[in-house]
């Protein structure tokens, strides 16, 4: 997850990193899950999250196409609602 933080903070040499994170399945095999049955934290909806705003920023339109399936398919609400607010500000 470290590798993915230092990538997305707005450098367009990152996207190859934020459409990993964008990516449900690439993360949810890359992500430890090691959380508690009665802890409301969810590791891998972070990290989607996170490549979320970080594609906000970036209004990289090759990113649109991922953020557009996030925001219409995750199982996660908080995910599809990040992608929504994504996708205002990339247009």
């Known amino acids: 997850m470290r590798r993915w933080?230092?990538?997305a903070t707005g450098n367009r040499d990152g996207v190859g990193v934020l459409k990993q994170m964008l990516?449900?399945?690439y993360v949810e095999q890359t992500v430890k899950r090691?959380?508690?049955q009665d802890e409301d934290l969810d590791p891998i909806a972070d990290v989607l999250i996170?490549?979320?705003r970080a594609?906000?920023?970036?209004k990289d339109d090759t990113?649109?196409?991922s953020v557009q399936d996030l925001s219409r398919q995750d199982r996660s609400m908080r995910v599809r609602q990040a992608a929504l607010e994504a996708l205002k500000v990339i247009g």
């Open 5 to 7: 933080h230092s990538r």
């Open 23 to 25: 990516d449900r399945t």
């Open 34 to 36: 090691d959380v508690r």
């Open 50 to 52: 996170s490549g979320l």
């Open 55 to 58: 594609a906000a920023s970036l």
């Open 63 to 65: 990113l649109k196409a």
